[in-house]
């Protein structure tokens, strides 16, 4: 008997493994990427490493704990009670498992309401099997209806727990999914949420539930999601002494919580566009011209940016000149000489004319192709490439202090890219274009004069190179055209590919002004004459608070 049953158990142990690996190695029906990240390491662990990790807050181990403890036969309640704690926290993985472990009915562990929990905790990330159980609401609704409500109120108390700074105000939306990447978006709502601090910076709207409606009373169904959006956040604002807020369905005010005004977003890190601004780029199969020689005589320029020999200054120009590779700086098929294509996120190279297919290991392609030589500060236009459809505009920004020339594309980088991108010390004003490969960057620090530029550029040189010993340097230069600018650009590198940046140091009404822009290694031919453009071109504006 006791050899039937752990046959039995290990059979269904390998019936729940077997259904956690398809779901999480397959996309869901929307070909949606699944977000539950089990890793070799934790297949690879064993069960004292496991509960080590489950002991230090680690949920996605939870998961693989109980598979372990499962195959063993060993399972205990203790152990379905760190299952649900990690349910608790939203944790998909633990999620995926309670479907299985719950919701089997021939699972010695079957539980209806937890299988439904695990549902709805999966709907929420994009498993479209758990919503075909979910959408048939006839049999199931009061279940279905508690769970939800039961969800909803874990995530946000998950949302509200990462929330570190102190908040004097809120404002939640709810508003149609659109056609987004989600599952049934006909019917789904996304709950939006974002916060006000006393000095005034809001934070960017923040995704923190998706709701799908649920049976044919759609009136029903969303004044309950408003009782329990009301209760949740009355909850939310008294605990961590929120004094006001306010909550709209589909537009409509719902809630008014301590009488707060309408929140406006914050425009003090917004791009506002003055005018379009027409770059005139020329593609030049002649020689390129060093940044310190003079464009009119071909002479040395001065630190100044004068030439000594015909009085020309490096000023604010209309135009820049891109020059095409020549056949040493092209990217060149080693198999039958025909131009490469380089993919988009610049790891690998193909040849059309062939079908040899190149990989980029580190700074440099594999099998000696030619044409993406990070030794070289400035790069070329690549043979078959065509100028990108760039449209550029002047706007100002950082608080109006500075009118600068920009893609149109420009946005303020969200709260939720920032912490990714800058985890620490990130700059106050970060603006970048939709797919963040693009970045202009700018922090205002202690006194300058602008007499003393030079200097602290030169000081912050020597910091950069001392902290970035394998990153390559170009030529530092002072940007006097518009007021005392010193400029250096530089190749560092990332975890994917090197990244080329400009940075640019200057005063502003007696404070330090530090700038940055950056682009992928692979894109500089094109965007390092359009930063220097930029910063060429750049205006400050004065007595503004900073």
């Not at 599952?183 to 998706?210: M, S, W």
């Not at 649920?214 to 939310?236: H, K, P, W």
């Not at 940055?516 to 094109?526: A, M, T």
Request: glycine fraction near 6%; proline fraction near 3%.
């Amino acid at each position: 008997m006791i050899e039937k049953q752990n046959k039995q158990a290990a059979a269904f142990a390998k019936k729940v493994t077997a259904k956690y690996l398809k779901a999480i190695k397959c996309d869901s029906e929307r070909d949606r990427e699944v977000y539950c990240k089990s890793s070799t390491d934790y297949f690879n662990a064993s069960e004292e490493e496991l509960m080590t990790l489950l002991f230090n807050g680690d949920d996605n181990a939870c998961a693989h704990y109980v598979l372990c403890r499962l195959r063993n036969n060993s399972i205990t309640d203790n152990d379905l009670k760190y299952l649900d704690n990690a349910l608790d926290n939203i944790n998909c993985d633990c999620a995926l498992i309670g479907c299985f472990l719950y919701g089997d009915k021939k699972s010695p562990y079957y539980d209806e309401k937890k299988a439904y929990y695990c549902y709805a905790i999966t709907e929420q990330y994009g498993f479209a099997k758990a919503h075909r159980i979910l959408k048939n609401y006839g049999k199931r609704a009061k279940l279905i209806d508690e769970t939800d409500d039961l969800v909803l109120f874990n995530k946000l108390k998950m949302w509200i727990s990462q929330l570190k700074n102190k908040y004097c105000a809120f404002s939640v939306d709810v508003v149609p999914a659109g056609y987004f990447d989600v599952i049934d978006y006909k019917n789904a709502y996304f709950v939006t949420a974002r916060l006000e601090q006393p000095n005034g910076y809001q934070t960017d709207k923040e995704t923190v539930y998706c709701a799908f409606v649920r049976g044919r009373d759609n009136g029903a169904y969303f004044d309950r999601l408003t009782d329990n959006l009301i209760e949740a956040f009355d909850i939310i604002a008294k605990r961590n002494n929120i004094p006001q807020g306010e909550i709209y369905i589909k537009g409509e005010l719902k809630y008014n919580y301590g009488n707060a005004k309408p929140m406006v977003k914050a425009k003090s890190d917004a791009v506002e566009i003055l005018s379009d601004a027409e770059i005139k780029i020329k593609i030049s199969d002649g020689e390129r011209l060093e940044s310190n020689i003079c464009p009119a005589c071909g002479g040395t320029l001065g630190e100044d940016g004068a030439c000594p020999s015909c009085g020309n200054i490096r000023g604010k120009t209309d135009g820049i000149e891109i020059r095409r590779a020549n056949e040493l700086e092209a990217l060149i098929c080693t198999q039958c000489g025909s131009p490469i294509v380089l993919d988009d996120n610049g790891k690998t190279a193909y040849c059309s004319a062939c079908g040899t297919t190149f990989i980029v290991k580190g700074n440099a392609l594999d099998c000696a192709v030619g044409g993406i030589n990070y030794e070289n500060i400035r790069a070329d236009m690549p043979q078959g490439f065509e100028l990108p459809d760039v449209k550029f505009v002047r706007a100002r920004i950082a608080d109006g202090k500075i009118t600068a020339v920009m893609p149109e594309s420009f946005e303020v980088m969200s709260d939720e890219l920032r912490r990714i991108k800058y985890p620490v010390n990130a700059p106050r004003y970060i603006y970048t274009t939709p797919d963040a490969t693009v970045n202009l960057n700018v922090n205002f620090g202690g006194s300058l004069d602008s007499k003393d530029v030079a200097a602290f550029g030169k000081q912050m040189l020597a910091v950069l190179k001392n902290s970035l010993p394998s990153a390559k340097f170009g030529e530092a230069k002072i940007i006097a055209s518009s007021g005392n600018i010193f400029f250096v650009d530089f190749i560092s590198a990332a975890i994917d590919q090197p990244v080329y940046n400009t940075m640019f140091f200057f005063s502003l009404d007696g404070k330090q002004g530090i700038g940055s822009w950056n682009c992928l290694g692979k894109d500089r031919w094109y965007w390092a004459p359009i930063f220097e453009h930029a910063i060429t071109t750049m205006e400050f504006n004065e007595k503004k608070d900073i």
